[in-house]
């Protein structure tokens, strides 16, 4: 939990990050430099979370203290175990260690488990039965996906297509060209509640981009344009044509948004600016105009890439501040706490590779 400057104002440490953290140094070392730093920080990482990310179920805990002891946990959610997931992986890779390779592969199948059960009634909200949400689906496509990278099972890829279905048709609906936070149990929209005309831009973009990246893993055309229409709905309804930038969430019908559920930390206004947000869009845009080629994407992307340099990077401190108001003025100064060296190095590094003709 970091200052501008890097000086701490909290104690406590985010599962999500530390685990976040230890998968991103890894892929530094797997795909752009074998340097001995970056695998021992994912050591330290890899070490912490087998300490202390877990309790004796397999559940993650949302947020520790300073020497592990648990604070809280969201029990109903399955973000903090993917991530730790996604750090065993990577660091089973980078390491050549099998037992990272088996502690990741018992805790997927440990969430898959809990999936086909009514421990989370189908990805259920947890204040708001009723609904369904995209956000599990959408991080599984990506948990798997890394899964399958290190060593492949068939099932894996069986998996991640019935989720992009659901990602792609169930959560993206054709007659109102947006890509609902959560739709009922049944799948279809509910459009006579806030909750149910939700749309989260970041991570429709960052759902597209894991969608993409299998259209373009399994070769499926259908798959690829997809993906990259919804991209096309997504910077529609989310970009703001008057200050610039992306909305952080927006009403499909243009009515007052109101979807923010308690515990979600640093989240700020619906029409605030993030940055995870906007990184992931850079992400989204390049690979589409890399795959596809159509100029759009590619106008999009530099359009997104202009406002974010302006906007987000600490000139004196580095890296970028993390929440900014509507017009791009500081709305928070932290550098670390939810936010952590995850989504803008993990879209840095991406948009490296992509433009330089390697896969994701």
Known sequence: ?????????????????????????????NVME????????????????????LDESGRAYYKVTREGAPIYSQAGQIFAESFVVLAYAEFA????TDEYLQKAKKLYWNILGRLESADLNRFTHVHSPQYEEHAPAMILINTTQE?????????????????????????????????FERVGLDGAPILCEPEGRSVTPGHCLESCWFCLR??????????IRRACRIMEWTMQIGWDQEFGGIYNFVDAKGKPPGHQDEGWGEDQDWDAKIFWVHSEALCALLYAYTVTREEKYFEAYRRVHRWSFEHFPDHEYGEWFGYLRRDGSISQTLKGGVKGFFHIPRAFLNCYLIANGQSL
């Open 1 to 29: 939990m970091l200052e501008r400057d890097g000086t701490p104002y909290g104690t406590g440490k985010y599962i999500w990050t530390q685990a976040r953290e230890a998968y991103l140094f890894a892929k530094l070392f």
């Open 34 to 53: 074998r340097n001995p730093k970056w695998l021992e920080a994912s050591r330290t990482g890899v070490e912490f979370l087998s300490k202390y990310a």
């Open 93 to 96: 890779k980078a390491s050549g």
């Open 147 to 179: 899964l399958r990278d290190v060593q492949d099972d068939p099932r894996y890829s069986e998996a991640i297509r019935k989720w992009v279905q659901r990602e792609l048709y169930t959560f993206a609906a054709d007659e109102h060209e947006v890509m």
């Open 214 to 223: 299998e259209g373009v893993y399994q070769r499926d055309e259908t798959i």
